[in-house]
């Protein structure tokens, strides 16, 4: 998945990225839009030479077997989407209308795919998590998962923004992935049918008569609402403990992390750290609220597919209450993306800061790692096995 997504959304989000496979919704703690930053007419930079790119043009256009199929407008956007990809940044990208089109209407949490969160890591096109309840997860996606061709295509080279359009497509079709997994010999195809996708921010249940067990799927905009219904539940019930669980949650927006940091930290408490960089000035994010749940003992689950605000969740309650994170390292995604809208309904994606956690430790590319591992092998899915949640549940009934 922050204050606004400037003056349009409202809310600064916290993505990656990054990216649902089917549907494009904000991934990466940090985007927001600024209607301000509206360009319709700018003064060409003299030192810039663009006299190359209208040679270029022209030769096309002169010596093209079929001049009929060039499109001036993709041949711009062409050329802004490649601008955007020398920067050598997953996370900074050129949107046309009709994807950015689809980044609003993702927003709104019901779109047809397969559910599933796709990033780069290491320039290779990475499940980072599959939603609850999607086509993806019953398919037998997970959190680490390379995807290697897309209904034969190579995902070499490709953008997020690419795989998102040829993985999209209406109710009822399929989907080929090639998928490569390390605990795999070779490669294997996976169809997939893909759906009309809701996914439900949260959901929570009594565990051993005391155990609170809450699962938080993703921070979008209506899980503030949600999570202070499950909180006066859990205030009560029986509950005495908590089990919050964060895996495969690919973040949302940051200010919706920041309000339930404020059901578990104390006013005041740093939940995280903008970092622009250099001499500039950083901007600290602080919990807000009750604290309602901040007495009650507690561990965290995180895996591979948490990412962006779910990381800096976990990472702002191990560094102030030092709750035991278990499970395995999370993604890594902790950069912050400013949207800034262009003419004829395109934007710009743009990195322009990293967050920090409230030690300042960058989980960019590196993530949390847990303070206790556990991973759930192919053989424990199959058997419907959760040892990590079988290991939070040991260390929990621990802790007083």
């Known amino acids: 998945m922050v204050n606004s997504l400037k003056n349009i959304l409202s809310k600064k989000e916290t993505k990656s990225i990054t990216l649902f496979v089917c549907f494009l919704i904000i991934f990466g703690i940090g985007v927001w839009?600024?209607?301000?930053?509206?360009?319709?007419?700018?003064?060409?930079?003299?030192?810039?030479?663009?006299?190359?790119?209208?040679?270029?043009?022209?030769?096309?256009?002169?010596?093209?077997?079929?001049?009929?199929?060039i499109d001036t407008q993709k041949?711009?956007?062409?050329?802004?989407?490649?601008?955007?990809?020398?920067l050598d940044d997953p996370y900074t990208?050129?949107?046309?209308?009709?994807?950015?089109?689809?980044?609003?209407q993702d927003l709104s949490g019901s779109f047809e795919g397969i559910g599933v969160e796709i990033g780069l890591k290491k320039d290779q096109l990475t499940v980072i998590s599959p939603l609850e309840g999607t086509p993806g997860k019953?398919?037998?996606?997970?959190?680490?998962?390379?995807?290697?061709?897309?209904?034969?295509?190579?995902?070499?080279?490709?953008?997020?923004?690419?795989?998102?359009?040829?993985?999209?497509?209406p109710k009822g079709t399929d989907i080929d992935l090639?998928?490569?997994?390390?605990?795999?010999?070779?490669?294997?195809?996976?169809?997939i049918t893909r759906d009309v996708i809701k996914i439900p921010p949260m959901n929570w249940e009594l565990k051993d008569g005391n155990i609170a067990y809450i699962q938080i799927y993703q921070f979008d905009n209506v899980l503030s609402s949600d999570f202070e219904r499950t909180a006066l539940e859990i205030l009560s019930s029986p509950a005495q403990k908590i089990i919050l669980d964060l895996r495969n949650n690919p973040g949302g927006y940051l200010e919706v992390s920041q309000n339930i940091a404020g059901w578990f930290l104390q006013t005041g408490k740093i939940v995280t750290i903008e970092d622009k960089g250099g001499e500039k000035e950083q901007k600290i994010f602080k919990a807000e609220g009750s604290a309602s749940l901040s007495d009650y003992p507690m561990v965290v689950l995180i895996n591979q597919g948490t990412a962006s605000a779910s990381e800096m969740l976990a990472g702002s309650l191990r560094d102030n209450r030092n709750i035991k994170l278990i499970g395995v390292k999370s993604f890594g995604k902790g950069s912050v993306q400013e949207v800034i809208n262009l003419n004829n309904g395109s934007f710009l994606k743009i990195t322009v800061a990293k967050w920090l956690t409230p030690k300042g430790q960058s989980i960019s590319e590196t993530g949390l790692d847990p303070d206790i591992k556990i991973e759930i092998t192919d053989q424990d899915s199959e058997q419907n096995k959760d040892p990590q949640l079988d290991k939070a549940l040991e260390i929990i009934k621990k802790l007083k």
């Open 93 to 104: 990208a050129f949107f046309d209308p009709a994807e950015a089109k689809r980044f609003f």
């Open 33 to 69: 839009v600024g209607n301000n930053k509206v360009v319709y007419k700018v003064a060409q930079p003299e030192e810039i030479d663009f006299s190359l790119f209208w040679d270029s043009y022209n030769k096309l256009k002169q010596n093209f077997i079929n001049p009929e199929k």
């Open 75 to 86: 041949i711009i956007y062409g050329a802004i989407s490649g601008m955007a990809k020398t």
């Open 178 to 191: 090639t998928i490569y997994r390390t605990s795999w010999n070779k490669s294997r195809v996976i169809k």
């Open 138 to 169: 019953k398919a037998g996606l997970k959190s680490g998962d390379f995807i290697l061709e897309i209904n034969g295509k190579s995902t070499y080279d490709m953008t997020t923004e690419e795989a998102v359009s040829l993985i999209r497509g």
